[in-house]
């Protein structure tokens, strides 16, 4: 009896070892599949923000080098050619060039110095980037007004900060929103109280 004894307990560890091991084996599984999912969903995060990284870096470029040297020909490296852009005034142009080109080249004519050197704010998510940047500038040129009639400058210089939420496709913006105050615009550089 004494033997079957040792011989039945000798039996239940090798089976409990045998449940033991299955268990573990079965739950290794499922960690490592669990660590694989989650690897595969950082990966995707990681992708996905070296994306957005990299539109913000060109969005940086068109701001700083090509919009502030008025490097025209250079927006269509940021910008696809049937770009929409919603102004702040609520007008519409479509296409880069002209419509868009055109609708930033008068700044210039009575503000020769504008430019943009800051973006204070800049993020994304997906498809979308939102930028604030910083348009510095003085009014130091006649302001065309239309029929050949111009506003004589004020000499006064301006900081207006404006948003832009972008679309993106391709690597390149195909949506554009633009945001600023335009009456403080106009008082900063000395249009309206």
């Known amino acids: 009896m004494k033997t079957n004894f040792k011989t039945l307990s000798k039996v239940l560890a090798v089976v409990g070892f045998t449940v033991f091991l299955t268990n573990c084996t079965n739950n ?3 960690l490592q599949s669990k660590i694989e999912t989650l690897e595969a969903e950082l990966q995707s995060y990681k992708d996905a923000e070296t994306k957005t990284q990299q539109r913000l870096m060109v969005f940086d470029t068109l701001d ?3 919009y502030t040297n008025q490097k025209w ?3 269509s490296h940021s910008h696809a ?6 102004n702040a005034d609520g007008s519409i142009s479509k296409g880069l060039y002209p419509a868009h080109i055109n609708d930033l080249k008068p700044m210039f004519v009575f503000a020769p110095d504008t430019r943009i050197e800051n973006h204070p704010v ?3 998510n997906g498809d979308w980037t939102a930028v604030i940047g910083e348009l510095k500038g003085t009014f130091t040129e006649p302001m065309p007004i239309g029929e050949g009639k111009t506003i004589a400058p004020t000499g ?3 900081k207006l900060r404006m948003a832009t939420i972008a679309h993106w496709k391709d690597g390149k913006m195909t949506e554009e929103y633009l945001f600023y105050d335009n009456q403080d615009f106009m008082k ?6």
């Open 81 to 86: 050619n049937d770009i929409v852009v919603y």
């Open 73 to 75: 020909d250079k927006f």
């Open 64 to 66: 700083y080098e090509f």
């Open 156 to 158: 006064k210089k301006f």
């Open 28 to 30: 290794s599984a499922e």
């Open 122 to 124: 800049k993020f994304g």
């Open 188 to 193: 900063q550089i000395g249009l309206a109280q």
